[in-house]
């Protein structure tokens, strides 16, 4: 039987298998019906009793791994297809939309950022992680194009640096899909990107191979930012960097952040060590400031996005890439992103450079 589900951006396809030499181990359902484990995307979602905006959350369930679900054994399905190119900035793709939870840092749902990528050296091991392999972080802006900040590949080759998708829990390999993993042809940085004080901090990686999308409902495509939104507004940054007590991130961390205006940024900034001459360049845009809630070490190059939805559905864009900063979660000491929308026009010149369409990217 085949079902299709109408996603964000996606078209969705589930088959239910009838195979039972494949089925898992046995369980109740939350109503106490008989069911097997699955990972949730091998369940039927128009009929099961679980319900797929909350499958992530199952720690609580009677299966004996935390990715799973006890599905009803006739509801078993196959794996989604996606039948067309997502479109861009949609959270979750084809199952939920971005919550915003009550908590300020905590975990990303599984595909709540589906184009997050991690930044790893290419002699890191497939699938698996390594730390120390661990370079930073990126945004799939084309199913060949990797954007994230300059200083993090300013000191590699092409052939150092490899690109994962469909990251989550660093910690486990038997999410229910697998990343996907492409070697970098090219980087692509900003001509004026400046090392000591992280002006024009961007950067391309072009891909050897684009990203597959199907089978990878994980798995999407960041919208870019034209204009910023005003300062106040409340964003969010992800990344498996180090939190405020020193602490890598294993599952994606979510951050919630409030957009600072520039003339209080930069008054905020001359409190530091950096002193009361320092000046913020039009390249930077800040957020945050709020006590241990901050991006920290190893967070460089992730995103930095903003709602541009509507009231009813909710649609992000990058605004910003994580950058630098003066400690990490200091009261009134705004971190330093990347201003996306002012160097919108350098990154439309360098795709058309390399022949690479940015409609991937745009949004109405």
Not at 80 to 105: D, H, I, R, W, Y
Not at 231 to 247: A, N, R, S, Y
């Given at each position: 039987?085949?079902?299709?589900?109408?996603?964000?951006?996606?078209v969705?396809?589930?088959?239910?298998?009838?195979?039972?030499?494949?089925?898992?181990?046995?369980?109740?359902?939350?109503?106490?019906?008989?069911?097997?484990?699955?990972?949730?995307?091998?369940?039927?979602?128009?009929?099961?009793?679980?319900?797929?905006?909350?499958?992530?959350?199952?720690?609580?369930?009677?299966?004996?791994?935390?990715?799973?679900?006890?599905?009803?054994?006739?509801?078993?399905?196959?794996?989604?297809?996606?039948?067309?190119?997502?479109?861009?900035?949609?959270?979750?793709?084809?199952?939920?939309?971005?919550?915003?939870?009550?908590?300020?840092?905590?975990?990303?749902?599984?595909?709540?950022?589906?184009?997050?990528?991690?930044?790893?050296?290419?002699?890191?091991?497939?699938?698996?992680?390594?730390?120390?392999?661990?370079?930073?972080?990126?945004?799939?802006?084309?199913?060949?194009?990797?954007?994230?900040?300059?200083?993090?590949?300013?000191?590699y080759?092409?052939?150092?640096i490899?690109?994962?998708?469909?990251?989550?829990?660093?910690?486990?390999?038997?999410?229910?899909?697998?990343?996907?993993?492409?070697?970098?042809e090219?980087?692509?940085?900003h001509?004026?990107?400046?090392?000591?004080?992280?002006?024009?901090?961007?950067?391309?990686?072009?891909?050897?191979?684009?990203?597959?999308?199907?089978?990878?409902?994980?798995?999407?495509?960041?919208?870019?930012?034209?204009?910023?939104?005003?300062?106040?507004t409340?964003?969010?940054?992800?990344?498996?960097?180090?939190?405020t007590?020193?602490?890598?991130?294993?599952?994606?961390k979510?951050?919630?952040?409030?957009?600072?205006?520039?003339?209080?940024?930069?008054?905020?900034?001359?409190?530091?060590?950096?002193?009361?001459?320092?000046?913020?360049?039009?390249?930077?845009?800040?957020?945050?400031?709020?006590?241990?809630?901050?991006?920290?070490?190893?967070?460089?190059?992730?995103?930095?996005?903003?709602?541009?939805?509507?009231?009813?559905?909710?649609?992000?864009?990058?605004?910003?890439?994580?950058?630098?900063?003066?400690?990490?979660?200091?009261?009134?000491?705004?971190?330093?992103?990347?201003?996306?929308?002012?160097?919108?026009?350098w990154?439309?010149?360098?795709?058309?450079?390399?022949?690479?369409?940015?409609?991937?990217?745009?949004?109405?």
């Amino acid at each position: 039987m085949l079902i299709v589900l109408a996603g964000n951006g996606h078209v969705l396809a589930q088959t239910v298998i009838e195979n039972p030499d494949a089925l898992g181990p046995s369980c109740l359902t939350p109503d106490g019906k008989a069911g097997v484990c699955v990972p949730n995307y091998q369940c039927n979602f128009e009929t099961n009793s679980v319900d797929p905006g909350a499958t992530i959350d199952l720690r609580t369930q009677s299966c004996p791994h935390y990715l799973q679900i006890c599905c009803l054994r006739e509801e078993r399905a196959g794996s989604k297809t996606v039948e067309e190119m997502p479109q861009c900035g949609f959270s979750n793709p084809g199952a939920v939309e971005l919550k915003t939870k009550p908590t300020l840092v905590g975990e990303a749902e599984y595909g709540e950022f589906p184009w997050m990528v991690a930044l790893l050296r290419s002699t890191a091991p497939d699938q698996a992680w390594s730390q120390d392999d661990y370079i930073g972080g990126g945004s799939i802006i084309h199913p060949k194009v990797v954007l994230t900040s300059a200083h993090k590949v300013a000191r590699y080759t092409e052939a150092e640096i490899k690109c994962r998708a469909g990251e989550w829990d660093t910690t486990n390999t038997d999410e229910n899909y697998l990343t996907q993993e492409r070697q970098v042809e090219k980087i692509i940085q900003h001509d004026d990107f400046f090392d000591l004080q992280v002006y024009y901090n961007i950067a391309l990686l072009v891909l050897k191979e684009p990203f597959i999308f199907n089978d990878a409902p994980h798995m999407g495509i960041a919208c870019v930012g034209k204009v910023l939104p005003p300062p106040g507004t409340q964003c969010f940054t992800m990344g498996w960097g180090k939190d405020t007590t020193g602490k890598y991130a294993t599952i994606l961390k979510k951050i919630q952040l409030p957009l600072i205006d520039s003339d209080q940024c930069q008054h905020s900034l001359r409190n530091t060590r950096l002193g009361s001459r320092y000046l913020l360049h039009p390249s930077h845009i800040c957020a945050g400031g709020v006590v241990g809630v901050d991006t920290c070490k190893g967070d460089g190059g992730s995103p930095l996005v903003c709602n541009v939805g509507n009231a009813t559905v909710a649609r992000y864009a990058v605004i910003g890439l994580v950058s630098s900063g003066v400690g990490c979660g200091k009261k009134n000491v705004p971190g330093l992103y990347t201003n996306v929308p002012f160097l919108y026009s350098w990154l439309l010149d360098a795709m058309n450079k390399e022949k690479l369409q940015s409609k991937t990217f745009t949004y109405e």
